[in-house]
């Protein structure tokens, strides 16, 4: 039998018809799609999670640089602030956005690290989920079903807008992946597939418009610091969820008002680097530095 959906309000009807979690669904679709083993395809999904560990461990361990030389450093920075206990935002928070600029500093460093849903936002997957899991004293296999949940929320943005920076600003990356993280989240903690929903489009509404101007049209500064902001952004949108806070526009409705924000910017704030930060007199002394004068 065909397992199809191709929006939120579908997934859910499906969730509630057969009465399971979106991981459920997701995983099915799979393989059914792929006419794979359920087994081959969770450990593809445990594969993904390996790498996403791996570079959270590299990144707050090793002295790294990005080959620009930008970026690098600031990870195990913000490690050793947050444990020494004397955090404004709490050391859990602060943890998360660690590992989650961990990420995005080996992937500046050309290091193996998992696009989820790209190189450019791939911190706040992992740094939201996996923490968020230690915390609460989760399995692997709690993270694997909760990479599948995210999977499905990503899949249905895909699918209805986009999470590429080039087409609809960092909104669509970093909202993307914060709204697929802060659903995973909720379904890993027992919510129910609306409440992941609800923290999908809460986390996409609080960075809508948001633009992408990489300085030197470097995925590095500010994606950096923006998948720290990014995976915050999960973390509070998985709490109002998790508390019986809904989001007034349905998730369908909210992701296709970030396509329509994200066609409504210019294209010099739209990953082209050549507007916003990227075009401050200190962005073009970068990219100067970096490229000459181009």
Same mark, same amino acid.
């Given at each position: #039998?065909?397992?199809?959906? =191709?929006?939120?309000?579908?997934?859910?009807?499906?969730?509630?018809?057969?009465?399971?979690?979106?991981?459920?669904?997701?995983?099915?679709?799979?393989v059914?799609?792929? *006419?794979?083993?359920?087994?081959?395809?969770?450990?593809?999904? +445990?594969?993904?999670?390996?790498? #996403?560990?791996?570079? /959270?461990?590299?990144?707050?361990t090793?002295?790294?640089?990005?080959?620009?030389g %930008? =970026?690098?450093?600031?990870?195990?920075?913000?490690?050793?602030?947050?444990?020494?206990?004397?955090?404004?935002?709490? *050391?859990? $928070?602060?943890? !998360?956005?660690?590992? !989650?600029?961990?990420v995005?500093?080996?992937?500046?460093?050309?290091? +193996?690290?998992?696009?989820?849903? &790209?190189?450019?936002?791939?911190?706040?997957?992992p740094?939201a989920?996996?923490?968020?899991?230690e915390?609460?004293?989760?399995?692997?296999?709690?993270?694997?079903?909760? %990479?599948? &949940?995210?999977?499905?929320?990503?899949?249905? @943005?895909?699918?209805?807008?986009?999470?590429?920076?080039?087409?609809?600003?960092?909104?669509?990356?970093?909202?993307?992946?914060?709204?697929?993280?802060?659903?995973? /989240?909720?379904?890993? $903690?027992?919510?129910?597939?609306? +409440?992941?929903?609800?923290?999908?489009? @809460?986390?996409?509404?609080? /960075?809508?418009?948001?633009?992408?101007?990489?300085?030197?049209?470097?995925?590095?500064?500010?994606?950096?610091?923006?998948?720290?902001?990014?995976?915050?952004?999960?973390?509070?949108?998985?709490?109002?969820? %998790?508390?019986?806070?809904?989001? @007034? /526009?349905?998730?369908?409705?909210?992701?296709?008002? #970030?396509?329509?924000?994200?066609?409504?910017?210019?294209?010099? $704030?739209r990953?082209?680097? &050549?507007?916003?930060?990227?075009? =401050?007199?200190?962005?073009?002394?970068?990219?100067?530095? @970096?490229f000459?004068?181009?």
């Open positions: #039998m065909s397992i199809s959906f =191709t929006s939120g309000s579908e997934l859910l009807s499906m969730c509630s018809k057969s009465n399971v979690k979106i991981f459920e669904i997701m995983l099915a679709r799979e059914y799609l792929s *006419q794979k083993s359920k087994d081959s395809i969770i450990s593809e999904m +445990q594969e993904n999670l390996s790498v #996403m560990k791996r570079a /959270i461990e590299r990144g707050l090793e002295d790294i640089r990005s080959v620009s %930008l =970026t690098g450093g600031d990870a195990k920075k913000l490690r050793y602030y947050h444990e020494k206990g004397q955090t404004v935002a709490g *050391q859990e $928070l602060n943890k !998360a956005v660690a590992a !989650a600029m961990a995005l500093e080996v992937n500046g460093a050309m290091g +193996q690290i998992v696009a989820a849903p &790209t190189a450019g936002s791939s911190g706040i997957l740094g989920i996996i923490t968020t899991a915390r609460f004293g989760k399995t692997d296999e709690d993270v694997i079903n909760a %990479l599948f &949940t995210a999977s499905a929320v990503g899949y249905l @943005i895909t699918n209805n807008a986009t999470v590429a920076g080039a087409e609809g600003g960092c909104q669509a990356e970093t909202g993307a992946a914060a709204a697929m993280a802060a659903s995973a /989240i909720v379904e890993m $903690l027992g919510g129910t597939p609306a +409440q992941a929903l609800d923290a999908a489009a @809460i986390s996409i509404k609080n /960075i809508l418009g948001l633009v992408c101007d990489p300085i030197a049209g470097l995925v590095e500064a500010p994606c950096i610091k923006r998948n720290a902001i990014g995976t915050t952004n999960a973390l509070i949108s998985a709490d109002l969820a %998790l508390a019986g806070i809904t989001s @007034i /526009i349905p998730f369908d409705e909210v992701v296709e008002a #970030m396509l329509k924000v994200g066609k409504s910017l210019p294209c010099e $704030l990953e082209t680097g &050549t507007g916003g930060l990227a075009e =401050t007199p200190t962005g073009r002394q970068i990219r100067e530095r @970096i000459g004068d181009i």
